[in-house]
């Protein structure tokens, strides 16, 4: 019953990972950077210290007796997950919901799920799962077994995006994507899915927090949510430094004033947007007090993403125009995501 708990919580917040991006596309008139730092401030200044203050009364005070060195590494993950955010959003400005979720968050799968355990390989902790333990038991070698289904599916998906790119002319591309570049995307969308998976090791380098709430008889079911509020301090910094920048780059600070667009519409699907985006980490920190911040954990979460985003790209048709084969591959790429959160969450009830 725990396992599908953590299944259950993953699936939906990997939906709302997987679906934030849309009400940014119901923003007029606004640059890049403006309407994202805009749900950015939403996502990590102010719905994270209040899903904390709801879940985890006096979190603040667990914060302020944290150790320095935990808050720091904590925060340090957080400024390049940052970046690898950045970066994410740019990937699905040149690549589509599809095609940019999938290089993303394949990526991010990899590094996320296995480099942890592979740390604890050489700093054992007790109750974290150790990469030789991933390796020598026959529960361990079924996730890792997902975890490569997975990557296998995510490759799949991406051929599918490589085809897309061969049929379709370039003024198909921009119907489906407006500012479709594959080779600019694929830059940003590796990019940000390596550094993108430093917000799982932000969870582990703030475990301690989570732990003194734990102690302190909060519920453990939310224990993560005083770790995002930190962790989040990090990504926030990263991302309004750069927006910002190219504020004044573009000259877009009017943005943020000009009567001649939609201001409430833009400020309430930005802040529905970022509000989303929180969301998939408030359900990931349940999904998590289920399953374990192991593999598993971040690998279903990813391919909930994965799955979601997809959906997202056939019914915003992304794929309107290409030939059955290549319909055909984004589909057995799906059906492969699908198949490996099925192996990651026997090979968890069987643990």
């Keep these: 019953m725990q396992v599908l708990l953590g299944i259950i919580f993953h699936f939906i ?22 309407y994202w730092i805009i749900g ?36 340090l993950f957080g400024v390049l997950w940052g970046i690898g955010g950045l970066t994410y959003g740019l990937g699905v400005r040149y690549l589509g919901m599809s095609l940019g979720n999938s290089v993303v968050l394949g990526f991010c799968s990899a590094f996320g799920a296995l480099v942890p355990s592979i740390y604890y390989n050489f700093v054992p902790t007790q109750n974290k799962t150790t990469f030789n333990e991933l390796l020598f038991t026959g529960w361990g070698q079924i996730i890792l077994s997902g ?15 490589m085809l897309k790119e061969q049929e379709l002319s370039d003024s198909d591309k921009k119907k489906s994507v407006a500012e479709f570049n594959l080779t600019k995307g694929l ?53 309004l430094i750069w927006c910002v920048i190219l504020n004044f780059k573009n000259k877009t600070f009017g943005d943020y004033d000009n009567t001649q667009i939609p201001l409430l519409k833009n400020y309430i699907f930005s802040a529905l947007a970022g509000t989303t985006w929180f969301l998939q980490f408030f359900f990931y920190g349940m999904g998590e007090s289920k399953l374990g911040n192991g593999a598993s954990s971040w ?17 915003l048709k992304e794929w309107k125009g290409v030939s059955t084969k290549t319909r055909v591959t984004i589909i057995t790429g799906i059906g492969m995501i699908v198949l490996s959160v099925l192996v990651l969450g026997y090979g968890n009830s069987i643990k």
Excluded at 226 to 237: E, M
Excluded at 300 to 315: K, Q, V, Y
């Design 147 to 161: 975890v490569v289904i997975c990557l296998i599916g995510i490759y799949i998906c991406g051929r599918a995006g």
């Design 13 to 34: 917040g990997g939906a709302a990972s997987g679906s934030f991006y849309i009400p940014f596309k119901k923003v007029k008139g606004w640059s890049w950077e403006s």
């Design 40 to 75: 950015g401030l939403f996502s990590w200044l102010i719905v994270p210290p209040l899903a904390a203050w709801i879940t985890l009364p006096g979190f603040s005070t667990l914060i302020h007796q944290t150790s320095s060195s935990v808050i720091f590494y904590t925060i």
């Design 187 to 239: 830059i940003v969308a590796i990019t940000s899915g390596i550094l993108s998976s430093c917000f799982n090791f932000g969870i582990e380098a703030g475990k301690p927090m989570a732990e003194a709430a734990v102690k302190a008889g909060l519920n453990p079911l939310y224990q993560n949510n005083i770790t995002y509020v930190v962790l989040l301090w990090g990504g926030l910094s990263t991302n």
């Design 299 to 315: 690998i279903l979460h990813m391919s909930f993403i994965i799955l979601t985003a997809n959906l997202w790209g056939i019914i």
